[in-house]
Every structure is written in C-alpha cells, then in structure tokens.
C-alpha cells in the first residue's frame, strides 16, 4: 500500500490540506477541478474568489457506510508564481457519530491525487473514486457485520452461562 495523505481533526471534521503544483494556466486548471468534481458528484456553491464544492448529507456518517455520502466541503484557491500555478485545495470531511477506517482513508486520498491526475494530464478519471468508494463501503459493511457477530456471540456466551448456572443452583 502507498502512503496515503492523513488528515488533521477539528472537533468530528476530518480537514485534508494540499497543495498541488501545474503548469496549466489558472483559468484552465480550474475548469479542470470543477469538470472533474462534478463528474465526482460535487455541487459548486461559490465560484470566486474562493471556489466551494459541496457534496453529501450532514447526518449520513451516522447510516451510510459508503464514505462518498458523508458530507464533503471543498474549497479552492489558485495562486500564480511564474509559470507555475499553486492550487491550494481544503477539504473537510464530516464524521459526526462515525469512526473511520483505512479504506475511507483511502478513499479520500484517491480523490485528492485524482485532482493533481487531472492537473496534469487533463484526463478526468472518475472510476477510481468510484472504486474506492465501493471497496471503502464493502470493507465498512465486513466490519459492522463482524463486531455485531463478535457481540451476538458474547451475549449467548453470556446467556448460555446464566442458564447453566441457574440449573447448577437447583
């Protein structure tokens, strides 16, 4: 496995901060995120000077094991320096009530590198987020399901071994 980009926490936001280098113009680069954010199922809310993407529901950490429906606030900023243009991307993941795993990790990375992919090639590639949003919300799903049988096991353990006791007392 790759190293994958770790987020900072503020309070149950997961807050990626990354800063991506391109020869593209500013104009262009930004016609390139917002193409390929959309195709990622982002809205844009803002466009200058700061551009907003929106994506997800504000409670769906709390239900939906699939991390793509969490809510996702981006925001974009661009910098020229010589030929080179900055692109400053902040992304804040909402995680309210939800523990993430190492596949959501992954998740989000895919996202962030597809950003600098398009960056630098133009080519939007949309399917491996959608892969590794699919594998991220299998994983989940493998490990609720996992920790339910763990505790459905204990509590007949449990139960099992206070009905042999009650039967030893009489």
């Known amino acids: ?17 990354v800063s991506l ?10 016609k390139r995120i917002a193409d390929y954010l959309d195709a990622l199922g982002y809205t844009q809310t803002q466009l ?20 793509k429906s969490q809510k996702t606030i981006l925001h974009v900023d661009f910098a020229s320096a010589g030929t ?7 992304m804040r993941v909402n995680c309210m009530g939800n523990r993430p795993l190492s596949k959501d990790y992954e ?3 895919a996202e962030l590198r597809g950003m600098q992919h398009v960056l630098d090639t133009g080519i939007l590639d949309p399917q491996t987020s959608h892969y590794a949003a699919e594998r991220a919300q299998w994983y989940n799903i ?5 920790v339910f049988l763990v505790i459905v096991s204990l509590l007949m353990v449990g139960s099992l071994t206070f009905v042999y006791m009650a039967l030893l007392a009489v």
């Open 21 to 30: 280098e391109t020869d593209t113009r500013q104009g262009a680069a930004g």
């Open 107 to 109: 998740f989000w990375d």
């Open 1 to 17: 496995m790759s190293q994958i980009t770790m987020p900072k926490r503020d309070r149950h936001w997961l807050v990626y901060e």
């Open 142 to 146: 493998a490990i609720t399901l996992l």
């Open 48 to 67: 200058s000077p700061t551009m907003i993407f929106e994506r997800g529901a504000s409670l769906s950490s709390l239900y939906n094991p699939n991390p």
């Open 84 to 90: 080179f243009t900055i692109v400053e991307v902040q």
